[in-house]
């Protein structure tokens, strides 16, 4: 059996980076199975591209090992694993075609007959009429669509993509979003991908490994991340959290019942990052397209068993698909809340008294004393 057609996960165990005394990954343990799309998502600076160099072999880890399936690669150097690259600059060869740009891989390993390969590669990325283009003359989408398809024509296990749409603008951004994943289901190939953009981690993942500080701070598929978080920071960083100070007053059955201010709510207890002790303090969250605004004359409509708060509108914007607001509350100076229809009441204007209501699925709780 060849490399390239050696299966399994990729499985990091214990992996861990250090630059002098900074360690720029935390020890680490981590499984992408195979055929999946992975994405690894984090501000600059958090050790996702080090995580990656680490898969390629181009980073030597501190601690830890690399397997591809059973095979232990972390000694092996770049070239010798069935593992390649894109990167954000797609480094193509500026003077060959773009038929030999990606015929090149299975050049150099000798082949001589590569018509079939190549022709198969650019319809799969679709650009089998620029294959005798130089790369100046194909846009930035395409240019990266041929980095794609020069990375996988040797079949590689497992492709990395570093930051591979940053340079494109954002609706070109969009499109290749669409078009990585499409590539992706179609080859079937493992895809790591490495991104700072939360919502093209969550367009094109099955599963993202939120970094935060060197560290994976919660690993899920993109709606139970974005519906659970389990900290603050995976709370904010994917989306807008309205997080609220409160006192567990109750739990029972399932439920907890907390306290903030003036009003009490309730929330599953599955949904609490760490389990809740009564009298404890707890970061209540829900996101702001989950609530509903009703003016405060209203109010009497709202069925029992939901999850209310009153406040008072301080700011609101219309930002095309729905009208964002600002509430003040008593547990909260400034909740967000997303409204879709609003020309159902004229009167939700800044100064309006108003009453927010969600149900109680919808709401998270985390730990109040994480920093
Ligand atoms: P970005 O999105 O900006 O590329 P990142 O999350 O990919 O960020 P890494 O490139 O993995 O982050 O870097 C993680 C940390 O390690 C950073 O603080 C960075 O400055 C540091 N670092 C990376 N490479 C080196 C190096 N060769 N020597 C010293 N420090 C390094």
Redesign the pocket.
């Known amino acids: 059996m060849t490399d390239t057609q050696a299966g399994g996960d990729v499985r990091l165990s214990g992996i861990s ?1 250090n ?2 005394s ?1 360690q ?2 935390h020890p680490l343990d981590l499984t992408v199975p195979q055929g999946s799309f992975f994405a ?1 998502l ?12 680490m898969i390629a072999g181009l ?1 030597d880890p501190t601690t830890g090992t690399v397997f591809l399936g059973d095979r232990d690669v972390t000694g092996l150097p770049p070239y010798k694993r069935p593992v390649n690259t894109v990167f954000q600059s797609y480094a193509l060869f500026p003077h060959l075609t773009i038929y030999e740009n990606v015929a090149f891989g299975l050049r150099r390993r000798g082949i001589k007959s590569v018509k079939k390969q190549v022709g198969e590669m650019l319809d799969l990325v679709e650009l089998g009429d620029f294959a005798q283009r130089k790369p100046h003359q194909l846009s930035g989408g395409q240019q990266q669509r041929v980095a794609v398809a020069r990375a996988l024509i040797n079949h590689p296990q497992v492709l990395l993509l ?2 591979p749409l940053g340079a494109l603008d954002l609706k070109l951004r969009r499109q290749m979003q669409l078009e990585l994943k499409r590539i992706q289901t179609e080859v079937g190939i493992t895809f790591v991908h ?1 991104t ?1 953009d939360q919502e093209e981690a969550m367009t094109m993942a099955d599963t993202v490994a939120v ?1 935060n500080g ?1 560290r994976v701070e919660q690993l899920g598929a993109p709606a139970e991340l974005y519906e659970n978080p389990h900290t603050t920071f995976v709370a904010n960083f994917l989306g807008t959290s309205n997080l609220i100070e409160a006192e567990v007053v109750s739990t029972s059955a399932g439920k907890v019942v907390v306290s903030a201010a003036d009003a009490t709510l309730r929330l599953p207890a599955d949904r609490c990052a760490t389990a809740p002790t009564t009298g404890g303090k707890i970061l209540v969250g829900v996101r702001p397209e989950k609530i509903s605004l009703l003016h405060a004359d209203e109010a009497a409509q709202i069925t029992d068993g939901r999850n209310r708060l009153t406040g008072t509108i301080t700011a609101s914007s219309f930002i095309g698909v729905s009208t964002q607001f600002v509430i003040d509350s008593p547990v909260c100076p400034d909740l967000e809340v997303y409204v879709q229809n609003i020309e159902r009441d004229v009167r939700l204007v800044p100064g309006a008294r108003v009453v927010l209501h969600w149900n109680p699925e919808h709401t998270f709780g985390l730990d109040a004393a994480q920093d």
Do not use: P, W
């Open positions: 980076k630059y002098g900074f720029a990954v690894l984090g501000a600059s600076g958090c050790g996702k591209t080090t995580t990656l160099r980073e570093d930051e490495v700072h970094m060197g």
